[in-house]
């Protein structure tokens, strides 16, 4: 019988069928894909529960509209039912925008290890500006370390997607991954503006230089959680060697 896996969506766009072949792609199990705002109901009435594994590819906590951004925490169900899960020693693997997710609910940020910032605003006591972007970013992705989510993954690898210049708490976490690329703002866009309307702009956005770890590990509970930025569209979906770390992040993280 094939194990289970939870797949959380929805609050970003993303085409739906390369991603329903990436997730095909991860092995043998039986894939449950729930999507926001259904994807928190079903967490909170118990879905996270029983999941041997759970992949997290949502932004939820976000309303858009007209050039402005509104936030929202999730269901205290919602927190219980996570927290149930990780006191469990079931893990998870969340993916690219879900650093992003639950602005208004800072245990999610401290959870994963990191936070991208819609808008300026404060991380762990202090005001940062908003997080920068850059779509279609050709670079080579480096390991940085022999973990089992890295198994069968070569020294170095070719990659197409979208990075993100934000907030990484290096010293939580384990590094797996880094990009080969300069994390300065010139080399990003700011979130705050491409809300505004002013996609592609990084004008009178001073943020200083990043954290470029695009892929670690941390422990929540008795569970283990893997982050991997990649995961931006169909190129990424398609990367066989991403397709490898994810399938093994799946793993690693659904083991009790």
């Not at 009435?45 to 007209?66: E, K, Q, R």
């Not at 925490?73 to 006191?87: G, H, Q, T, V, Y």
């Not at 940020?109 to 050709?138: C, I, M, N």
């Not at 809300?195 to 008795?222: C, E, Q, Y």
Request: glycine share 8%.
């Amino acid at each position: 019988m094939a194990r289970t896996l939870l797949v959380l969506s929805g609050g970003h766009p993303y085409e739906e069928a390369p991603f329903a072949a990436f997730l095909e792609s991860l092995g043998d199990w039986d894939i449950t894909h729930h999507v926001h705002p259904e994807a928190e109901e079903q967490v909170a009435a118990g879905a996270a529960d029983s999941a041997d594994a759970m992949l997290f590819y949502d932004m939820p906590g976000y309303t858009f509209a007209d050039g402005t951004v509104k936030t929202a925490p999730p269901s205290d169900a919602f927190k219980a039912a996570l927290e149930r899960r990780f006191a469990s020693g079931r893990g998870a693997v969340m993916m690219h925008h879900a650093i992003a997710g639950w602005a208004e609910w800072p245990q999610w940020s401290e959870w994963l290890g990191g936070r991208f910032l819609y808008q300026p605003g404060p991380v762990r006591g202090a005001t940062k500006l908003d997080s920068g972007y850059r779509h279609d970013v050709d670079y080579t992705a480096e390991l940085v370390g022999e973990h089992p989510v890295l198994a069968g993954a070569p020294a170095t690898f070719s990659v197409n997607d979208e990075l993100y210049l934000g907030e990484v708490f290096e010293a939580d976490v384990t590094p797996l991954i880094r990009a080969r690329h300069d994390y300065v703002a010139e080399n990003f866009y700011s979130a705050a503006h491409a809300v505004a309307g002013r996609m592609f702009d990084n004008s009178d956005w001073p943020h200083p230089p990043g954290s470029n770890l695009v892929a670690w590990t941390k422990p929540i509970g008795a569970a283990q959680m893997v982050y991997c930025q990649f995961g931006d569209g169909p190129h990424t979906y398609a990367n066989p060697v991403v397709r490898q770390i994810i399938a093994n992040a799946l793993e690693w993280t659904a083991r009790v």
